[in-house]
């Protein structure tokens, strides 16, 4: 059971700004970094954000994240249809000495 | 280019054993701590466990700990999962992926990942 509380869907039309919630608490977003994974129909995660708001080479920048004490959220700017996917937030837990993941987020382009 | 290819996934009697392996190339393998992280079907990513680069130190999660054993041979810059007394919620695809970061575990991220190998554990 996941620690990290994600709505289970989120959609908007090609153009529109799409933004993901991710709850936590004290011991892990409250305390440590938060990354995002984007993972495509039948593929494998891939790494979207890291450390609250950074993006690897090769990500637009029409993601980004940002993380307010024990709340991380990923926005996604001018929505495009290659963007329908499974998102999960991710960060360390002090408390179960684990990563944990969010309970992930399926995005729809309608 | 990075690339990071499992084997050794398959059809497993509940109680029964497997080993997976995660062959790795395009980085400089032996000093990146590795990761397994699996995903029962239709539902979300669950991090198994994680091996330092050049030193020793692993993690488990409590769902696999006493279960499973990570390890690593960097001179054939390869992973490994050897996984015993399997239960049918082990059932899942797992993914190796480099863990990169700075400092303290808090500050780690997944970088890059296999294509996963699928493990069943059925009778």
């Known amino acids: 059971q996941s620690v990290l509380t994600q709505p289970p869907s989120a959609s908007g039309t090609p153009g529109q700004r799409v933004t993901i919630s991710c709850s936590g608490s004290?011991?892990?977003?409250?305390?440590?970094?938060v990354n995002w994974y984007q993972q495509l129909p039948g593929t494998a995660p891939k790494l979207l954000i890291y450390?609250?708001?950074q993006r690897p080479s090769g990500v637009p920048d029409r993601f980004s994240g940002s993380k307010s004490g024990t709340s991380a959220s990923l926005a996604i700017s001018g929505l495009q249809s290659e963007d329908e996917a499974d998102y999960y937030c991710?960060?360390?837990?002090?408390?179960?000495?684990?990563?944990?993941f969010g309970t992930g987020t399926k995005v729809t382009v309608l | 280019e990075v690339q990071l290819l499992e084997s050794g996934g398959g059809l497993v009697q509940p109680g029964g054993s497997l080993r997976l392996s995660c062959a790795a190339s395009?980085?400089?393998?032996?000093?990146?701590?590795m990761s397994w992280v699996r995903q029962a079907p239709g539902k979300g990513l669950e991090w198994v466990s994680t091996?330092?680069?050049?030193?020793?130190?692993?993690l488990y999660a409590d769902s696999v700990k006493g279960r499973f054993t990570i390890s690593r041979d960097n001179s054939k810059n390869t992973l490994y999962l050897q996984m015993s007394s399997l239960r049918a919620e082990d059932t899942a695809v797992y993914y190796c992926?480099?863990?990169?970061?700075?400092?303290?575990?808090?500050?780690?991220?997944?970088?890059?990942w296999g294509q996963g190998t699928l493990v069943t554990v059925s009778s």
């Open positions: 992926a480099n863990r990169a970061g700075v400092g303290a575990a808090g500050t780690r991220y997944f970088q890059h």
């Open positions: 395009g980085f400089t393998f032996s000093i990146y701590a």
């Open positions: 091996i330092g680069g050049n030193d020793p130190t692993t």
């Open positions: 004290s011991s892990n977003i409250g305390s440590n970094a």
């Open positions: 450390t609250n708001n």
């Open positions: 991710a960060s360390w837990d002090d408390s179960l000495n684990s990563h944990i």
